[in-house]
């Protein structure tokens, strides 16, 4: 949470939702009818939304569709254009590339030089993360908190033990 410069009003940090494959089906399968119905030698198809107002165009027709769904607009055409480049299988969520991947210590030299020389004297790693969790707001005084346990483990274990 975070303070608003001009009140003592808490704010709260929006967190990324997360939408379900079916979500995403859902509102993608509503674009692509609508396109397809949409032929050049006819006359053009125009939806209705709920509320009795003409969507003639793409555009519109996801404009109303990300206000319906609190989703934005640029979610809603980042799915469609998944959707055009490699069909249903666009629109599942991809593992991130960095999953499982500690930034704990980049740009910490410090840091990684104490554990790696304590490593080479045979402490455990429960010992190094105490260790740099004890030295961190020496070293590091820029308010940012030590690595945790498992991040010291996936650091170090990459590091050869003695």
């Known amino acids: 949470m975070a303070l608003n410069a001009n009140s003592e009003v808490l704010l709260f940090r929006a967190r ?12 993608v399968l509503v674009l692509a009818r609508f396109v397809l119905r949409q ?19 793409l555009t519109q027709l996801i404009e109303h569709t990300a206000h ?15 959707f055009l480049r490699s069909g249903f299988a666009g629109l599942r ?31 455990t790693v429960r010992q190094i993360c105490n260790g740099v969790g004890l030295l961190w707001p020496r070293l590091y005084r820029d308010g940012s908190r030590p690595p ?7 650091f170090l274990g990459k590091a050869e033990r003695p």
């Open 39 to 57: 032929k050049p030698e006819t006359a053009p198809v125009v939806v209705l939304s709920n509320t009795g107002t003409e969507l003639p165009t």
């Open 148 to 154: 945790c346990y498992w991040s010291g483990r996936n």
């Open 16 to 27: 990324k939702r997360r939408h379900s494959f079916t979500t995403r089906r859902r509102i």
């Open 68 to 82: 319906l769904s609190r989703i934005s607009e640029r979610t809603i055409w980042r799915w469609y254009r998944a």
């Open 93 to 123: 969520s991809e593992k991130r590339r960095d999953a499982g991947v500690s930034r704990s210590f980049d740009r910490r030299g410090l840091a990684i030089c104490f554990a790696l020389d304590k490593r080479a004297d045979g402490w």
